[in-house]
Structures are given as C-alpha cells and as structure tokens.
C-alpha cells in the first residue's frame, strides 16, 4: 500500500520561505516521478512543479518560477518543496503526489498516488 504524507507547511510571512517535506512509502521511492501541487479555495488544484527519477524538474506555474524549487532525497525517501518570496496569493492547501507507472514525462494525468495536503499561510 502506498502511503504519501507532507509536512512542513505553516504561517509565514509575505516574503518568507517555507520548505516542505513529503515521505512516500509503498514503493521503490527513487524509481518514481514525484511532484506538487497546491488548491486554493474555490479554486482548482494547480500543478507546480514535478521531479522525475533522473532528478530533471518541470515547472508546472509561471507565478512560482524562480522563487520555488523541487527536490529530493532517495535516500530518505523523502520530495521536498523549498519555497522563497511567498506571496499570499501562495495560501493554499500544498499536496505531495507520486506517479502510477515508470514513465519520465512529468504528465500531470499520470500522477496516482496522493497525500492529505499541508497547509501554506502567507499572511501578516
């Protein structure tokens, strides 16, 4: 059984930085493509930024290039979401997402398995 789970999220400040975390369980972590995604209320889910097994990155939004940046760690099993310069208009719900097959091609239909969300703040 696959098990997704994000952490980190939280208040900060217009201009702060945040760094999520996100474990995934259940499969073989380093084979997979992973990535992010976030909903706003009353607004649909948004692709951010997605990491393949090679670790090349595709950014999904415009409105978060060059503040936000995807990694990870297959060692610890582990995806991460460094976000810098925030926004409010970055409040959302962040969500971790994995990929249901061993394709490279960072296609938002492909992504199967989901976590519960963190929730972001960017507030003063």
């Known amino acids: 059984q696959v098990q997704v789970a994000e952490s980190g999220g939280g208040l900060v400040q217009p201009g702060g930085s945040l760094r999520l975390s996100c474990t995934v369980s259940?499969?073989?972590?380093?084979?997979?493509?992973l990535g992010w995604f976030r909903q706003a209320p009353g607004k649909e889910r948004e692709g951010i930024l997605c990491?393949?097994?090679?670790?090349?990155?595709?950014n999904y939004a415009d409105s978060v290039k060059g503040r936000f940046t995807i990694s990870r760690d297959n060692a610890k099993n582990t995806l991460y979401l460094q976000m810098n310069s925030l926004k409010p208009e970055d409040t959302a719900m962040y969500f971790c997402?994995?990929?249901?097959?061993?394709?490279?091609?960072?296609?938002?239909?492909?992504?199967?398995?989901w976590g519960q969300g963190t929730q972001v703040t960017v507030s003063s």
């Open positions: 259940g499969l073989t972590f380093g084979l997979y493509t």
């Open positions: 997402a994995a990929y249901g097959n061993l394709n490279d091609n960072c296609l938002r239909r492909d992504f199967r398995y």
């Open positions: 990491i393949n097994r090679l670790g090349t990155s595709t």
